[in-house]
């Protein structure tokens, strides 16, 4: 048997094949909040309700689009079927002729939809894949990938925040000379402009090689500065980061903004916008 893994950007499907064929499957969330030992108890426990055995796995396969889950998921597999975990990325050989300006940044899911089609319909194939984002592509009649188009899915297309503000790229700089240290603050202040419920807005802070800094939160969850505060940032400000510096240090950092899953969306545009803001001082002496 294998065991195979698609890690969306909503949801987590692991299916396992026995001579070619499906033989059982399921669905949760991706979760970012989820340890190893969570997604192996999940695992698992999907294989009990199947009556599967863990010893008559061969081994396992995962397309992942969340690079910061990729490890852990592919932890949780081979802790549970002691078998190693292949991870469709660069590298590894599908057969796939991929005909397109930068093949690197073809998505696994992308590759894994080629080949499975090429495998059960052949080519020339119009392939669609629909989730999250719409995904509309073309194997032509050599069988090679030769590009495609992505839209907004229908649920994201309804709830998206609109324009390239989604994704907010800054860099943090402290420059700190002799046994000084700096505590700082990063926060976020909402906009006089917003017509959104902080309820109804989730963000997630990394740095930019997407290591977690902040899990997704709803704004309205996020603590907020209160007077006197080490950084001295003004109060009723929401924290998305503190911390001290001890030494000259360049951080960089990118905030993702989304709509809360829960949230109700109206029939008319709707607008949310949050400014970010860096405090830091010494301590007094």
């Given at each position: 048997?294998?065991?195979?893994?698609?890690?969306?950007?909503?949801?987590?499907?692991?299916?396992?094949?026995?001579?070619?064929?499906?033989?059982?499957?399921?669905?949760?969330?991706?979760?970012?909040?989820?340890?190893?030992?969570?997604?192996?108890?999940?695992?698992?426990?999907?294989?009990?309700?199947?009556?599967?055995?863990?010893?008559?796995?061969?081994?396992?396969?995962?397309?992942?689009?969340?690079?910061?889950?990729?490890?852990?998921?592919?932890?949780?597999?081979?802790?549970?079927?002691?078998?190693k975990c292949l991870v469709i990325s660069q590298g590894?050989?599908?057969?796939?002729?991929?005909?397109?300006?930068?093949?690197?940044?073809?998505?696994?899911?992308?590759?894994?939809?080629?080949?499975?089609?090429?495998?059960?319909?052949?080519?020339?194939?119009?392939?669609?894949?629909?989730?999250?984002?719409?995904?509309?592509?073309?194997?032509?009649?050599?069988?090679?990938?030769?590009?495609?188009?992505?839209?907004?899915?229908?649920?994201?297309?309804?709830?998206?925040?609109?324009?390239?503000?989604?994704?907010?790229?800054?860099?943090?700089?402290?420059?700190?000379?002799?046994?000084?240290?700096?505590?700082?603050?990063?926060?976020?202040?909402?906009?006089?402009?917003?017509?959104?419920?902080?309820?109804?807005?989730?963000?997630?802070?990394?740095?930019?090689?997407?290591?977690?800094?902040?899990?997704?939160?709803?704004?309205?969850?996020?603590?907020?500065?209160?007077?006197?505060?080490?950084?001295?940032?003004?109060?009723?400000?929401?924290?998305?980061?503190?911390?001290?510096?001890?030494?000259?240090?360049?951080?960089?950092?990118?905030?993702?903004?989304?709509?809360?899953?829960?949230?109700?969306?109206?029939?008319?545009?709707?607008?949310?916008?949050?400014?970010?803001?860096?405090?830091?001082?010494?301590?007094?002496?």
């Amino acid at each position: 048997m294998i065991l195979v893994l698609d890690l969306g950007n909503t949801n987590l499907c692991i299916g396992v094949y026995q001579n070619e064929a499906l033989i059982c499957s399921c669905r949760t969330d991706s979760d970012l909040n989820r340890s190893s030992d969570m997604y192996a108890n999940l695992i698992t426990n999907f294989f009990s309700r199947h009556h599967l055995n863990t010893s008559n796995f061969e081994g396992a396969i995962l397309s992942s689009v969340i690079p910061s889950l990729t490890d852990v998921i592919t932890l949780a597999v081979e802790n549970v079927i002691n078998q190693k975990c292949l991870v469709i990325s660069q590298g590894i050989k599908t057969g796939l002729s991929i005909r397109i300006d930068n093949p690197s940044e073809l998505g696994a899911d992308l590759v894994a939809d080629a080949v499975g089609t090429l495998k059960k319909y052949g080519y020339p194939s119009i392939i669609c894949d629909l989730g999250t984002a719409n995904k509309l592509f073309v194997l032509d009649k050599n069988a090679n990938y030769i590009g495609g188009i992505i839209s907004p899915g229908i649920k994201t297309a309804g709830k998206a925040l609109t324009g390239n503000n989604n994704t907010f790229d800054f860099t943090v700089a402290a420059t700190v000379s002799g046994s000084t240290t700096i505590n700082y603050a990063i926060t976020a202040v909402k906009g006089d402009e917003c017509t959104v419920a902080d309820s109804g807005v989730k963000v997630y802070l990394t740095n930019q090689k997407d290591a977690q800094i902040l899990a997704p939160t709803k704004v309205s969850a996020l603590t907020t500065t209160t007077s006197g505060n080490a950084a001295g940032a003004p109060a009723g400000q929401y924290v998305l980061k503190t911390g001290t510096y001890s030494a000259t240090k360049t951080e960089d950092y990118r905030l993702r903004m989304w709509v809360a899953d829960d949230y109700t969306a109206p029939s008319t545009q709707q607008k949310y916008v949050l400014k970010v803001n860096v405090y830091g001082q010494a301590p007094a002496k």
